[in-house]
């Protein structure tokens, strides 16, 4: 309905109800002064010229008035027509019927408005008291009720019409009815087109009893009306205007239609209908449409101040006359004001069993079981025990309770839609639901505020699906909309015979508060609150990922995705930038902040089903995460924690402040942090037997650019029980990584190269189960380990501990001491069942992995003695020591050594090979030696000593401690110490030196 429909009905209806009342009774007993003396003419009598001037002027088509038998002057301004009369004999001798009958009234307040009048076949009227004639003075009292029969025709000023038949009225039954169809209309007022027609099988207007002559001396004793009531087939046609525009409305029921005039209510019943043009303009065809089983209007009075001329809308307050009068005096002045009174719509109701409300313009449909409305609040209540359904082109609306409320000048100023409720977005050219959104407790809606934007709220396990595609669930979900473009897309939606989504995006920003779970294909949202903000512009990457998701909802395939793959996010919030682009209908992601407790987990395919990410999948954890889209094209991401936490495939990555650049492949460290990667080699690049994790801690900082990382300051990385500590590392990949691509899932980057600066120490441990069985400690300025060619380099000065427990690599100094083929664990009861070795050197060192060698520059020294515990040292001072030890002990020093791992030919034992040259020296308990270049065969026990040129090697030897000195020269001397067993080649005499 318009805002002034439900006006005009309700004051039209009352209007045309006091019109009958006043035509039908008011001209017969006019109160106020005496009436001028009756004037009568007959047919015989000379007739004043007043009364066919009166006939002429009002009823020139009737022709039987200009020739009545009588005419009576009741009044100056009341005349009445009829050819015959007869008192009715039925006892009371108070009735009399006038045949055929006419009135002509015009009201003296009213003196330049239309006359009323009146036209029946019959007219009978009973009186207070009996009376013999009415011709004459005879004065029979007030008229007490009257009867029109057969057919009557009632017309008046501004347009009143009424038609029906036998209209009956009864003083004492205080009625006014018809029980025969009628016909009525009002309107149009002078400079105005609001006019009303309409028709009911028949009328009932029931009267207000009066004690007092109100009306006046010889009227009946009635106050005036107290309802009327249209009890059948009723139907108004009310044109008015509206916007400028003339338009019309039609409002039809089986009845009845009732009208209280005490307390002002219309009510309309059983099949009740109303319809409008949807635009008064014409621009737009189709109507505006209500239908339902009852519907009330209620009006109240208003001050008469407050009834201007530019009111509209439905605060208008209207003038219409009074249909009681209370003057206690029972007199009126001729020339007051008719009695009016100020009334302003105040309320609506319509019930049924099913309400329908439709609109074509705006392709709208509505049901429910009751509609209200209040214009003191100005709300409109829609309800239905089970939904309220709107239904407006592709969507559809359902709740229990809808609720508009409205401003001054009806524009919609809020809407709930209380209790549970549903609402489905469908795609026309499928017919399925494209977008569902469900609440249990409340949707409301504000039009607009501050920002000019408007809102939208879901309270109570709000949900939002896209079916197969996306959803989410919390318990508010908030929508700021953009009115402007949001009207551009219904138009574009409504004109489109694609069926293509409009390119408008009138969300502007949007929330989720409370228990939030957002989910899609290939996503999971766990969050208290999140945040989503769109701006309109130009997106500069084709494939960021929520283009990718974008182009397989389209059923693009895209070969570098995998669509099964699911990441899952949870945290405490996350809010979100998003940039759309109307020309291509992409979504590109600008930024995304996220805090407390951040938790992101991408999924691989194949253990979707587990709901976990396993190692071949990605983590990452962290108390807040921001990640921006720079002007580049290029995602950056930022991720806090104490620590945060990466996982991705083989790689595991904690740190205070993570840094990622996703499309530069890099990502950097601030602060501590630690780094596991998957290797297949020890720190010392020895092959592992399965993939061991590698711990790289720092304290500094780390960058990784997909290829290079590089660790700084108080860096310790480890794989299993080895352990390697400097100031800075440097580790290179294989190949270089990128992180926007898809890597085959046999591809496993491999470390190529590292690198250890300032301060590098190395720990190892081995056990056999529990037990400690090796220790080694090595410190050196730099290490630098070539997985790629198998080599290793290092920076002196270096020193390198070794502890190992058994005799697997005891060089056999001692004479009697066990050979290698005799290798066996100790005796628990030894004294000395740990090995120490110790390798000191000036300059570098470099080997070769896969052949197990190394080489040892600048004044290099080898110490061997064996010990009682591990980390026990000793030095070559003891070596002149009386312990057993000493005697076991032996240093060998030299400008440079190469060391070789070699393989016994016949078994899988490994032995050690020596070879020192420049400066040769060889020490031990009982003996020493110098040569050029020495070397130590592990597998036979055997030192041997060469000389250079006339550098001949020399030994000296003594059988015990403190025993004489044995001195041999000799070009090659080859010396088993455990055997005693010496080999002189080129030598030139042996002496012995106490």
């Not at 002064?33 to 010229?49: I, K, L, S």
């Not at 025990?385 to 229990?400: F, I, N």
């Not at 190949?735 to 590098?760: K, S, Y």
């Amino acid at each position: 309905m318009s805002r002034t429909l439900r006006t005009v009905v309700a004051l039209i209806c009352a209007t045309a109800s006091f019109r009958l009342y006043a035509t039908v009774l008011r001209p017969l007993t006019i109160p106020g002064q005496a009436p001028p003396p009756t004037q009568w003419g007959t047919a015989e009598a000379v007739r004043p010229p007043i009364f066919a001037q009166v006939a002429n002027r009002y009823l020139p088509e009737v022709e039987w008035i200009a020739n009545s038998r009588y005419k009576v002057q009741r009044s100056a301004e009341a005349f009445l027509y009829f050819d015959t009369w007869k008192r009715i004999d039925d006892g009371d001798g108070n009735k009399v019927e006038l045949t055929p009958f006419a009135l002509v009234w015009t009201d003296p307040r009213q003196p330049d408005k239309s006359a009323y009048i009146v036209r029946c076949e019959s007219a009978r009227l009973q009186f207070e008291s009996p009376f013999e004639t009415i011709i004459g003075d005879a004065s029979p009292g007030r008229i007490t009720g009257a009867a029109l029969t057969g057919q009557v025709h009632v017309s008046g000023p501004d347009g009143l019409k009424l038609a029906g038949r036998d209209f009956w009225f009864s003083e004492s039954g205080r009625q006014l009815y018809s029980d025969h169809p009628v016909t009525f209309g009002f309107g149009p007022q002078p400079g105005e087109i609001s006019r009303v027609a309409g028709k009911a099988d028949r009328v009932r207007i029931e009267l207000l009893a009066s004690a007092d002559p109100v009306l006046g001396k010889d009227m009946p004793r009635i106050a005036g009306i107290d309802r009327i009531e249209l009890p059948t087939n009723v139907e108004f046609d009310l044109h008015f205007e509206q916007e400028g525009h003339p338009t019309h409305t039609r409002i039809t029921c089986v009845g009845p239609f009732e009208y209280d005039a005490q307390r002002h209510i219309l009510t309309f019943e059983d099949d009740v209908r109303m319809a409008r043009p949807t635009d008064p303009s014409g621009e737009i065809q189709g109507y505006d449409t209500l239908r339902c089983d009852w519907l009330a209007l209620l009006f109240e009075k208003a001050p008469p101040e407050e009834a201007t001329a530019d009111s509209t809308g439905l605060d208008q307050v209207v003038e219409v006359p009074r249909l009681a009068v209370t003057d206690d005096t029972g007199s009126a002045d001729k020339d007051s004001e008719v009695e009016s009174e100020h009334l302003r719509f105040r309320r609506l109701r319509a019930i049924g069993d099913r309400i329908h409300l439709h609109s074509d313009g705006e392709d709208v449909t509505a049901s429910m079981q009751e509609l209200r409305y209040d214009s003191k609040s100005r709300v409109l209540a829609m309800l239905d025990d089970e939904a309220v359904v709107v239904q407006q082109a592709s969507s559809k609306l359902m709740s229990r309770e809808i609720t508009l409320v409205h401003t001054p000048d009806n524009k919609l100023q809020q809407a709930w839609c209380r209790g549970k409720g549903r609402l489905d977005y469908v795609d026309e050219k499928t017919g399925e639901v494209a977008v569902r959104a469900l609440w249990e407790e409340q949707l409301q809606f504000l039009p607009g505020g501050e920002s000019g934007l408007q809102f939208v709220e879901l309270a109570g396990e709000a949900r939002v699906i896209q079916p197969r595609q996306t959803g989410i669930l919390a318990d508010r979900l908030q929508l700021w909309l953009d009115p402007i473009v949001l009207d551009a897309a219904q138009r574009e939606a409504r004109d489109s015979e694609s069926g293509d989504s409009p390119t408008a995006m009138p969300v502007r920003r949007a929330e989720a508060i409370g228990s939030v779970f957002m989910s899609g294909a290939e996503f999971e949202v766990k969050t208290d609150q999140l945040a989503a903000t769109f701006e309109m512009g130009t997106v500069t990457a084709d494939d960021s990922p929520l283009n990718r998701q974008r182009t397989r909802q389209a059923g693009h395939a895209d070969a570098s995705t995998h669509g099964d793959d699911q990441w899952r996010v949870s945290c405490g919030q996350i809010e979100v930038a998003l940039l759309y682009d109307p020309d291509s209908r992409q979504t590109e992601l600008q930024s995304i902040d996220a805090g407390r407790s951040v938790r992101i987990a991408h999924i691989p395919a194949d253990q979707v089903a587990r709901g976990d990410a396993a190692r071949s999948g990605v983590i990452v954890n962290g108390q807040s995460l921001h990640a921006t889209h720079g002007t580049d094209g290029q995602m950056q991401l930022k991720l806090l924690g104490n620590p945060a936490r990466l996982v991705a495939d083989e790689v595991e990555l904690e740190g205070d402040d993570v840094r990622v650049d996703r499309d530069a492949s890099r990502f950097d460290v601030v602060g501590p942090g630690v780094l596991k990667l998957r290797v297949d080699r020890t720190l010392q690049g020895q092959p592992l037997e399965h993939p061991e994790w590698m711990d790289v801690a720092w304290q500094e900082s780390m960058g990784f650019d997909g290829q290079k990382a590089l660790f700084a300051s108080e860096v310790h990385a480890s794989v299993q029980q080895t352990h390697l500590y400097c100031d800075e590392m440097e580790v290179t990949m294989s190949e270089r990584i990128d992180f926007a691509a898809q890597l085959p899932e046999d591809h496993e980057p491999q470390v190529d190269r590292v690198v250890c600066r300032n301060g590098v120490r190395l720990e190892s441990y081995e056990y056999d189960g529990s037990k400690l069985i090796g220790l080694t400690r090595a410190a050196l300025a730099e290490f630098t380990l070539d997985h790629a060619r198998g080599k290793f380099e290092g920076l002196g000065p270096g020193q390198i501990d070794n502890w190992r427990y058994g005799r697997t690599r005891r060089i056999a100094i001692e004479p009697g001491a066990p050979g290698p083929a005799e290798s066996q664990p100790p005796d628990p009861s030894e004294k000395l069942p740990w090995e120490y070795a110790r390798i000191n050197f000036a300059g570098t060192v470099d080997g070769d992995i896969d052949h197990q060698t190394a080489v040892l520059h600048d004044w290099v020294q080898i110490l061997y003695a064996p010990v009682a515990r591990p980390l026990e040292q000793f030095v070559r001072d003891q070596l002149s020591s009386d312990t057993e030890s000493a005697s076991k002990a032996a240093w060998l020093g030299c400008d440079q050594l190469r060391v070789a791992m070699r393989k016994q030919s016949d078994s899988d034992q490994e032995f050690v090979q020596l070879l020192g040259w420049g400066n040769a020296e060889l020490e031990g308990q009982l003996f020493r030696a110098l040569a050029h270049e020495v070397s130590f065969d592990e597998s036979k026990e055997l030192f041997t000593l060469r000389g250079r040129g006339d550098n001949k090697a020399v030994l000296y030897y003594q059988e015990r401690p403190g025993a004489r000195e044995s001195r041999a020269p000799a070009q090659t001397i080859q010396f088993i110490p455990s055997r005693s067993w010496i080999k002189l080649d080129g030598a030139t005499g042996i002496s012995g030196v106490e």
